[in-house]
Structure formats: structure tokens, C-alpha cells
């Protein structure tokens, strides 16, 4: 079985920020003190993980610069790829982010305000380095011509924006990649959003990567076969109920590809 990028599959821990700790919490509250960020992803890249993800939660609500020494702490240690998201609101922010080690840069509200930062950022860096980061959720009142609505700020602040035109758009834009988070199924180990994540799969041809909800490999599983890339799960490996290889070795039983740990 391969993926819809006909790639190998790939693991992606992902480590929310806050003041220079790994947090994580249950659809962005009640977050819990998880551990150093290098030290948490050096931890994932010995275990096997594709890549890592690092949010700073609170950079944009705060309207600030992501937290840049814990970037370069974490790749002077961790040779897989770095994606890293917070507070990017110009072309100087996401270079100062890739100059500190970031391999990617993800966006999650400022291309709302200002959609042209992504045609900015591809024409700069390349389409590979941009990652549209959008955290999704039902709308409160349902309505015919759209389910899923964008929200920012973590969760806090919904921006009336249909998600799936939004990320159709950021695609046509320059974005190379998609980072979509269930709000809805953030932090509840109840799996992820497959409803949200098809439809994502069948209206762009970028890779994207499944978020929020992640409790058993069961899960990732079935994102794969949804249509995602690559997975990406927090609780589960923060928590220590699996490791990335036992998740790893489960996927690959079942017929997706993997790069073998260490590889």
C-alpha cells in the first residue's frame, strides 16, 4: 500500500512551544509541561521519527518572533527535518527561522491577514519550505455550503473562513504542504477528523499532513488511507504509550511504506 504521494510514509511528532517548554494539552488547553524541546526531539529522531514539528503557541497571540535558541539547540543535535511555525508575519521572520535551522517554516494566521506572504515566502524560499498550517473546525451553526470553518490563535479565535477554499487557495498561492489540525479532535486520542482530512486529500495535489486526535496506530493508519502523507501525533508519544518505531513497525505490517530508524 502506498500513500497518495506514492512516497514513503512519514511519522511526525509534533511539539507545541510555550515559553521555551514542550506543552501539550486537549484542543489547546490545560497544557501540561512535556519537557525541552531538543532534548524531546532528539529523543523522537533516535526512535525513528521522518520529521519534527515545532509550534510556538503563542508567538502569534503575543505578536512576536518564535523562540529562535531552542531552533538552533535542536538542530545542532537532530539531523531530520525541522518544521517551525510562530509568529511568521513577514519574509525576514521565516528567513531568520531557516537561518537558525528550520528546514520549513509553517504559517497558520498571518497568510488570513495577508494572503500574499505566501506567494512572498515560495518565490523566496521555494515551495518546499512553505507549510499552510490550518487548524479546522465545524462550524458552530451548521450551514449548507461549507462544514469546516478556520480558526486561529490556538482554537481561540474563528475567522469565518471556509477551511477547504482557504487551503485550496494557499496551495494555489506557493504552499508546498498542508498541516491540517482538527480543533475539533485536538488532544482526544479519539482519531482523527477523516471526513475533514478526504476532502482536504482530493482537492489539492500537495502533501498533507493529518493532525489532532491521534490515540492508537489504528489511527494513523486510517489517515493514511484517507489520503494523507504523513501523520503527525503528540499525546501519544509525549505520554509514552507508544514509541515512533512501535508505531513505525505497526504501520508497516500493514502494507505502508516506512524509512527503516536510523535510515
Not at 26 to 41: I, M, S, T
Not at 128 to 139: E, H, K, N, P
Not at 238 to 252: C, D, I, N
Request: glycine residues 10%; aromatic residues 6%; hydrophobic residues 40%.
Amino acid at each position: 500500500m502506498t500513500t497518495a504521494t506514492g512516497l514513503t510514509s512519514r511519522i511526525i511528532p509534533c511539539l507545541d512551544v510555550r515559553d521555551g517548554r514542550v506543552v501539550k494539552g486537549v484542543r489547546f488547553q490545560n497544557l501540561q509541561d512535556q519537557g525541552d524541546p531538543a532534548e524531546c526531539a532528539a529523543r523522537y529522531a533516535e526512535q525513528g521519527a521522518d520529521e519534527i514539528v515545532f509550534l510556538d503557541i503563542t508567538a502569534s497571540p503575543e505578536g512576536r518572533d518564535a523562540d529562535r535558541d531552542w531552533i538552533r539547540r535542536t538542530a545542532e543535535q537532530v539531523f531530520i527535518p525541522l518544521s517551525v511555525g510562530g509568529g511568521v508575519r513577514r519574509v525576514e521572520d521565516a528567513e531568520r527561522l531557516l537561518r537558525s535551522g528550520a528546514d520549513k517554516v509553517a504559517l497558520n494566521s498571518s497568510p488570513i491577514d495577508r494572503p500574499e506572504l505566501l506567494d512572498e515566502l515560495a518565490h523566496r524560499f521555494g515551495s518546499q519550505c512553505v507549510v499552510l498550517s490550518v487548524d479546522a473546525g465545524r462550524w458552530e451553526e451548521p450551514r449548507a455550503d461549507s462544514r469546516w470553518q478556520v480558526v486561529t490563535h490556538g482554537g481561540r479565535r474563528p475567522r469565518g473562513l471556509d477551511a477547504i477554499e482557504w487551503i485550496v487557495e494557499g496551495v494555489e498561492r506557493g504552499a508546498g504542504e498542508i498541516l491540517l489540525t482538527s480543533i475539533d479532535s485536538d488532544g482526544t486520542q479519539d482519531g482523527y477528523d477523516l471526513e475533514l482530512l478526504a476532502e482536504v486529500c482530493q482537492r489539492v495535489r500537495v502533501p498533507v499532513i493529518a493532525s489532532g486526535g491521534a490515540g492508537r496506530p489504528e489511527h494513523l493508519a486510517a489517515a493514511l488511507r484517507a489520503g494523507a502523507a504523513a501523520v503527525l501525533a503528540a499525546s501519544i508519544f509525549h505520554q509514552g504509550t507508544y514509541t515512533v518505531g512501535e508505531v513505525k513497525a505497526y504501520l508497516a505490517q500493514q502494507g505502508f511504506p516506512m524509512r527503516e530508524s536510523g535510515a
